[in-house]
């Protein structure tokens, strides 16, 4: 089984931690999968994909986003818009975001969310993961509707929780609009954190797509 591993990259005059899985040796075949976490997380959030990923054939890496993590965090706002590319502010509330927003709480035990308080605590750490939304808000938005919406030709697989209580199912309405190639699976009883919470189907799905297999549904995997 491909062992996990970490580096450090420079890129853009910063410096990001990067959580890496390599295939073994014969196995690579040159792609690279690039796995990116949200908030309030970190690349440890996809330590279950990492290694089929790299089973697979990938070499799969999962860097902390600026401002997260062990990553760089550069201060000023303007370095976190998407064109450079709410808060929990102590332990109490890195729990409640995890498992008050999770269907199955059991899924966040004390030692998982000892790594995300742990990235949280870091000198600056909040302010620069909190940037981000700072940067949407003070132009993003208007910038993006400036540039358009083109519709996205890629092959997209998105999977979702059903239970998902910070972006709800009807979120997903009209997508298929601007994405031409889309595959969706809805997860029940699945909340906003779904490869962290129900990682056996979501990889189950991962691997099935980039076989170029039928995609499962959630019910055919119970």
């Known amino acids: 089984m491909a062992e996990l591993g970490e580096r450090f990259v420079e890129a853009n005059g910063l410096r990001f931690h990067v959580r ?4 073994e040796a014969g196995a690579a075949d040159g792609r690279v999968a690039l796995l990116l976490h949200g908030f309030p997380e970190c ?8 290694p089929l990923l790299a089973r697979l054939g990938w070499r799969a890496w999962a ?22 590319l709410l808060a929990a502010n102590d332990y109490r509330a890195i729990r ?6 999770a269907r199955d709480p ?6 998982v969310l000892a790594v995300y308080r742990d990235q949280a605590a870091r000198p600056g750490a909040l302010t620069a993961m909190v940037h981000y939304y700072r940067a949407l808000f003070r132009g993003g938005a208007r910038r993006q ?7 996205i030709d890629v092959p997209t697989l998105l999977l979702w929780g059903e239970e998902d209580r910070a972006l709800g199912l009807e979120t997903l309405q009209g997508t298929e609009r601007y994405v031409s190639d889309l595959t969706l699976r809805t997860l029940p009883g699945v909340s906003h954190w779904v490869q962290q919470e129900a990682p056996e189907q979501v990889n189950a799905m991962l691997e099935a797509w980039l076989l ?6 959630a019910a055919e995997l119970r």
């Open 20 to 23: 890496t899985c390599e295939p």
């Open 43 to 50: 690349a440890f959030s996809w330590r279950y994909q990492l």
């Open 63 to 84: 860097p902390d986003l600026r401002g997260y993590g062990q990553s760089d965090r550069p201060a000023r706002v303007e370095d976190y818009a998407v064109e450079r």
């Open 96 to 101: 409640e975001a995890f498992r008050g927003m």
């Open 106 to 111: 059991s899924r966040f035990p004390d030692e």
């Open 145 to 151: 509707r400036a540039l358009g919406y083109p519709v």
């Open 212 to 217: 170029g297999k039928p995609v499962p549904q």
